[in-house]
């Protein structure tokens, strides 16, 4: 299945994988738990920087129809390419030794092995459509799913902070990517109708209403296509640039300085370290008041925030390119309300906040504008802020 044939399929209701799993497997599961993909909606760069990030659960879930063994082994089959089933064992997980997809349940099974949590061996079938790659955070999906069905199945009895932490050891240490909390943390307590605020200080996740069909909006996601697997280096300077510029201002984390600091700041940096300073510190008082409008106002109010997002990260942060550029500029010249690039940049999606009525025209300006500039065809696709991970079945 494209990429686009799954970004526009529903979900296997959990009856059909209940079935498919039998069928794979010889017996019935003993349940079918799922997990959200998420989109943040403003605050980016922020989290490294110890500040503020506002992400959602959106309405493509990865599911996980699970059977506990009474021995060692285990068996993952995913409905997405045609890999097959994957045998492994519990002894045999160790970092760097997993391949493909499996090493995401296989992380997670391995960082509750360290926490002590007496994981079973397991047949397991994933079935997700939260498309892969498109900055919507398919695999923390697959990580939150399985260990919420782990959590369940052991009677373990963690926390949401607990599954948050061990679910970013399994991808640092297991999957050796470097992230952090911000996937999983909206996977995971994502609720319907809210936005997860998080304090990437101090760790503390507060809901906050966010709901865009009762205020007649969509939020359409842009997806680009543009890989942005070659940022590393990106990164890696931006992160050097916000550590330099802390070290400067004799702060703990840029966290630390707020809009009213930025003048006596832009005496002490270089001129690029003070633009990449500037972005992260108006950014996180951007969340902020984001979380300020949606308690009051509501979403209509937030389109401003969005834009002055995008342009700190084109101009001041520079991990834009020009397919994001053109995305949000062509979204808001045909009615959206607000627009900006999301996720890590160099690639990846866009977001547009649109009047349901403009939808149509957003969309196929869209369409028509990266035809013409020869750009590939975008997936455009709605989101709206959903529950977070749950049993099913
Ligand atoms: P993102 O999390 O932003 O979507 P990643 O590169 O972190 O991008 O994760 C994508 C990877 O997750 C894929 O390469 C694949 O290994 C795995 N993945 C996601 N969804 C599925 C699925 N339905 N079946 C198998 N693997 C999947
Ligand atoms: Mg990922």
Known sequence: MSTQDQATAAPAAHGDLRARFEQEFGSAPDGVW?????????????DY??????????????RVAVAVRRDSTVRLLSTYGDQG??????????????????KYPLGVMWALRERGVGVPGLDLLLDSNVPL?????????????????????????????????????????FVGAPTGIMDQSASLRGSKGHAVFLDCRDQTAHLVPFETEPAGLALLVIDTKVSHSHADGGYASRRASCELGAEVMGVKALRDIEVADL?????????VTFRRVRHVVTENDRVLQTVELLGGPGPGAIGPLLDASHASMRDDFEISCPELDLAVDTAKAHGAIGARMTGGGFGGAAIALTPVDAERKVRDAVAKAFAQAGFAAPDIFTV????GATRIA
Do not use: Y
Request: net charge negative; hydrophobic share 40%; aromatic share 4%.
């Open 34 to 46: 799922q997990a959200p993909g998420r989109v943040n909606l403003i605050g980016e760069h922020t």
């Open 49 to 62: 920087n110890e500040g503020f990030v506002l992400p959602f659960a959106i309405d493509r879930t990865a």
């Open 85 to 102: 089933v994957v045998t492994t064992t519990l002894e045999a997980l160790r970092p760097g030794t997993a391949k493909g997809w499996t």
């Open 133 to 173: 790659g498109a900055g919507l955070s398919s695999s923390h999906a697959i990580e939150c799913a399985v260990i919420t069905a782990l959590n369940d199945l052991t009677g373990a009895g963690l926390a949401a902070e607990d599954m948050v932490l061990a679910t970013q050891r399994a991808e640092n240490d």
């Open 263 to 271: 003048d006596e700041a832009s005496g002490l940096l270089d001129e």
């Open 384 to 387: 709206s802020p959903a529950a």
